[in-house]
């Protein structure tokens, strides 16, 4: 499913215009984008948590030549379902 796919079942079962359903999918995403992105954790509950983790530096192997890399630290977003979520998936 794509996001399109995700705003038609939307707009079906809220009854909103595909239009409408999009405007608020779009903000949305966008609102967890820029929230986590900012470092603020976004909790849902019975969904899950959106959050922003940080990985340290750390050394790699370059699987070309194989040699010793450093990768540098980063921040990437982390997303950890919720037990409602869970169990759904687990039936």
């Not at 340290?56 to 192997?61: D, Q, S």
């Amino acid at each position: 499913m794509n996001k399109t796919d995700l705003i038609s079942v939307v707009a079906e079962k809220t009854g909103l215009k595909k239009k409408d359903a999009e405007k608020a999918a779009t903000a949305l995403f966008d609102t967890i984008i820029e929230k986590v992105a900012e470092g603020e954790e976004i909790r849902i509950v019975g969904f899950g948590t959106f959050e922003r983790r940080e990985r340290k530096e750390r050394t790699g192997v370059d699987p070309r030549n194989k040699e010793k890399i450093t990768i540098p630290a980063s921040k990437v977003p982390a997303f950890k379902a919720g037990k409602a979520f869970k169990d759904a998936v687990d039936q």
